[in-house]
């Protein structure tokens, strides 16, 4: 029986969006960002040097498709066209209006959004005083700390020491329809701070705000303040049935690798793994092995956007792109006869950009398994179509598939 590889680079996204007008970064619309076009062309010119050098390097996405992919998407190419292509590739238009993490993976999953999402003002107080009221109910505090848009790295630099010595929460919010909320692991407590993400989120999730995340971190004052792994989200459940429960409803087995576990609220998820980037790495090369057949695996690494995008770290999302398109090489090599992989993203997050948020750009599709020629055009619930297609189950969702 066929199996399925569904892996997302979060936030890898190729510019090109049509609608990239309406989407803002401190003000200044995403028109013309890309991710990964404006990442190659940095390299190219010598602007990416910190732990890696010259051009971008992707041979086996590019094997793929990658850079046709980029420059059907935006007429861009900075990435070569040397190498021959071997898979399918294409670039997936969005017609959900967010370009947050649970829109673009619903929508790849067969299912867009039909709401407008709730986000909060670019203003301090960011939070009305209902949500306020229930922080500090929840966490047993007489205020909260921040109440504003902010990067999460530097707002923990900045609140950190006052929350140790208040012991109020820390909560943020930025251009995606969020609330965050930073607290020591060890001064607050992991276990509460989770338990507060969960008592507040029924509230949020009531007025359209996709998102509650648990932001752990640890550290002082004097040695600096660090996030840990223990990031935990609370999001709306998807509004209808995804690609997910589909195959699950089939008797197929759905494994989840990184974050989906936490976007798709645990529905039609059989399994789920979480760690850093390199440990899902490890654990899709695992999967690779040890899929049951008629499975999906659907894995999320969400560094590029976390850990490069959102900083604005162009040499690391550089180096995290060729460090990752060395390990699809080794998924390549032990892929069995009749499995597909597809590699998609779920929205951009141009390093070289204005802000810190995400960009509204288009998404490249490329896919070993499944012969070599160009998808075209298409849409992200066109994945969910195709995967649906390759494991031969039942499917409702949007989209038409590739195959
Ligand atoms: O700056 P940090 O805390 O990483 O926040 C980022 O992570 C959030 C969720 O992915 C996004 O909304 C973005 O603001
Ligand atoms: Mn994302
Ligand atoms: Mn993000």
């Known amino acids: ?5 569904l892996v997302v680079m979060d936030s890898v996204g190729i510019g090109g969006a049509p609608d990239a007008d309406a989407f803002f970064n401190d003000g200044v619309p995403d028109t ?47 990435l070569s066209f040397s190498a021959k292509v071997r898979g399918a590739w294409g670039a997936a238009t969005e017609t959900s209006r967010g370009k947050d993490t649970p829109t673009g993976h619903w929508e790849l ?14 203003q301090k107080p960011a939070f009305p005083e209902e949500v306020t009221r229930a922080l500090c109910e929840a966490a047993g505090t007489d205020g909260i700390l921040a109440d504003c848009h902010a990067s999460g790295t ?12 208040s012991g109020w929460p820390i909560c943020y919010t930025s251009a995606d329809s ?81 974050k989906i576990g936490d976007i798709f609220s645990m529905r039609g998820i059989d399994a789920v793994s979480k760690g850093s980037d390199t440990q899902l790495m490890v654990d899709l090369h695992d999967a ?23 900083r604005r770290d162009v040499s690391g999302y550089a180096r ?16 069995r006869e009749g499995d597909l992989l597809i590699i998609t993203a779920d929205h951009g997050n141009d390093p070289t950009w204005v802000g810190t948020d995400h960009t509204r750009e288009r998404v490249p599709v490329i896919a070993a398994g499944i012969g070599a020629r160009e998808l075209g055009q298409m849409g992200f619930a066109d994945v969910a179509a195709t995967v649906a297609a390759h494991l031969d189950v039942a499917y409702s969702g949007e989209g038409r598939s590739g195959l």
């Not at 550290?219 to 195959?247: C, H, M, S, W």
């Open 178 to 258: 969020v609330l965050q909320i930073a607290a020591h692991e060890e001064h607050f407590g992991l276990d509460r701070l989770l338990k507060l993400c969960a008592d507040v989120a029924p509230l949020l999730h009531d007025m359209k705000v996709g998102r509650v995340i648990a932001r752990p971190f640890m550290g002082d004052a004097e040695a600096g303040f660090t996030r840990t792994q223990n990031r935990k989200d609370y999001a709306i459940a998807p509004p209808a049935p995804t690609l997910l429960e589909q195959v699950q409803t089939a008797g197929r087995h759905v494994q989840a690798i990184g």
């Open 288 to 310: 690779v092995e040890t899929a049951p057949e008629g499975g999906l695996v659907f894995a999320n690494f969400v560094e590029f956007d976390s850990l490069y995008g959102h």
């Open 320 to 335: 995290h792109l060729e460090w990752f398109d060395g390990e699809i090489g080794r998924v390549l090599e032990r892929l």
């Open 32 to 78: 013309g960002a890309s991710t990964l076009g404006h990442i190659a062309e940095a390299c190219e010119a010598g602007r990416a040097e910190e732990g890696r050098t010259g051009p971008l390097h992707l041979p086996h996405m590019c094997g793929l498709g990658l850079a046709e992919a980029l420059a059907l998407a935006s007429d861009r190419r900075d």
């Open 109 to 122: 999953a067969g299912v867009p959004v039909p709401w407008e999402w709730h986000t909060f003002p670019d």
């Open 154 to 165: 530097e707002i923990i630099e900045r609140e950190g020491a006052e929350h140790l010595r």
């Open 1 to 5: 029986m066929p199996r399925a590889f």
